[in-house]
């Protein structure tokens, strides 16, 4: 009696779990329809009614997740041509955009071809303001030692004279030292010749701001031991350069744009713009008296002062421009 009591009890709290148990699934399988992406609706609470059997259940179960199956293969299959016909849609927009970028890029090259090239040289004649010397001590002795002693004496008295005149010792360079033997003429053979003396040549550079004093210099250099003028320049300071050279640049432009104008006039086009500039410039010194020697006997000066007459600096700069037309 007691063991029939405890298992009506038992299958009672057994059929209790299991109607939980399926209420439980039937709430979650709810859930998840409503949030799927297809937005099914929930089928179980007429499907699914209070106390049917647990078959129908399970069919009605089985019914409706074939239900959901077909409809997500629809949905999959709908998505997929979708984006296929997305997918051709942006390759005929790309194709189309390519084509559109050439066709316009062939227009726009057709366009710059279409060009007159002109050169041109901008001049201006100015007088200088700097001025470069070069000086040299030259001494020969038939011992090397004492030619060098001697013309290292003879220089140093030449750049004391210079710097005590007023020249800064940054703006006295020295170019050049050469030692060069000098053979006897009797001997014809050049292997066996004999050295006579050695030849010992000392080379300095002087920058002058005052182009006016470019004679005295000479002198004083003379006077002191100097015996040769290799040569004078005279050039522009690089500001004063870059002044001239903008006005010369300026002038060639504006003159290779008059020769545009005049031969689109003759060809009945019209300019619209430029193409490409291409700039060059020269500022050629003017060397005066180059190679000058100074052979004093004795090592006397010269009996008057040196005359030196600068010449004008030419400074140039050429252009070629290349102008569009239509």
């Known amino acids: 009696m007691n063991k029939n009591r405890y298992y009506r009890g038992y299958t009672f709290v057994s059929w209790g779990i299991g109607k939980w148990i399926i209420v439980v699934i039937k709430m979650m399988v709810t859930v998840i329809l409503k949030d799927s992406m297809l937005g099914l609706p929930n089928f179980f609470p007429n499907i699914f009614p209070d106390r049917r059997p647990l ?6 179960d089985f019914a409706t997740v074939r ?10 299959s709908m998505m997929y041509m979708r ?3 997305m997918l051709f849609v942006l390759v005929c927009l790309f194709l189309m955009a390519i084509t559109l970028g050439t066709v316009t890029a062939a227009t726009t090259d057709s366009m710059d071809s279409n060009a007159i090239t002109s050169s041109a040289t901008g001049e201006l004649l100015v007088t200088p303001d700097r001025a470069e010397i070069s000086l040299s001590v030259q001494t020969q002795n038939a011992d090397v030692k004492a030619a060098q002693t001697e013309n290292a ?30 053979y ?47 040569y004078i320049s005279f050039m522009l300071a690089p500001e004063t350069e870059q002044s ?5 640049l300026t002038k060639a432009v504006q003159q290779t744009r008059a020769d545009a104008n005049a031969a689109a006039a003759a060809l009945g086009v019209n300019i619209t713009g430029v193409k490409e500039a291409v700039i060059g410039s020269s500022l050629p010194p003017v060397v005066y008296d180059t190679t000058r020697s100074l052979k004093m006997s004795g090592g006397a000066g010269p009996a008057m002062p040196t005359p030196i007459t600068p010449g ?10 290349s102008y569009l037309f239509r």
């Open 244 to 248: 001239y050279r903008s006005v010369a």
């Open 55 to 60: 078959v129908t259940i399970a069919a009605a």
């Open 184 to 230: 006897e003429d009797n001997s014809n053979n050049l292997f066996s010749k004999k050295v006579k003396t050695y030849q010992v040549t000392n080379t300095l550079v002087i920058t002058l701001k005052d182009i006016s004093k470019a004679g005295d210099v000479i002198d004083l250099a003379v006077a002191n031991g100097a015996n040769q003028v290799n």
């Open 83 to 85: 984006k296929q016909l």
């Open 153 to 182: 004496k003879i220089m140093n008295d030449v750049m004391n004279a210079l710097k005590s005149s007023g020249i800064p010792k940054d703006k006295i360079k020295t170019t050049g030292y050469y030692i060069y033997p000098v």
């Open 312 to 321: 004008d600096v030419k400074v140039s700069a050429s252009v070629t421009v």
């Open 67 to 76: 239900r959901y199956i077909r409809a997500r293969e629809n949905t999959r």
